[in-house]
């Protein structure tokens, strides 16, 4: 088992930032994918960024391409959101995700059914 727990969110205004964190725990050897969610009531959950935790490559969502930045640091299991520029569009429930290595089927890096294991969430508002 992984558990996973985000901080970090806050409010902002338009424009300013933020860094959200997400520490793991628990069985995290076997990682081999964190990744960002975002969720406004009403709406599907969607894929903001994702990390490959063996090469250190990302990936991320139209969206937020060149706005936010995903990374970890495996000494402290940890998982980073950079959110800049922030836009009143980005305020939601920002969720941490984890994939386990051969642990159901795949469904590409920013799809929910990739994800075995889920933080609680942290909230995101950006006013304008």
């Known amino acids: 088992q992984v558990q996973l727990v985000e901080s970090g969110g806050g409010s902002v205004q338009a424009g300013g930032s933020l860094r959200l964190s997400c520490a793991a725990s628990?069985?995290?050897?076997?990682?081999?994918?964190m990744a960002w969610f975002r969720q406004v009531p009403g709406k599907e959950r969607e894929g903001v960024a994702v990390i490959s935790s063996g090469s250190g490559s990302t990936a991320y969502a139209d969206s937020v391409e060149g706005r936010f930045t995903i990374s970890e640091d495996n000494a402290k299991n940890t998982v980073y959101l950079q959110m800049n520029s922030l836009k009143p569009e980005d305020t939601a429930i920002y969720y941490c995700?984890?994939?386990?290595?051969?642990?159901?089927?795949?469904?590409?890096?920013?799809?929910?059914?990739?994800?075995?294991?889920w933080g609680q969430g942290t909230q995101v508002t950006v006013s304008s």
């Open positions: 995700a984890a994939r386990c290595g051969r642990c159901g089927d795949w469904y590409g890096p920013l799809s929910l059914a990739s994800y075995n294991y």
């Open positions: 628990g069985y995290t050897s076997n990682i081999n994918f």
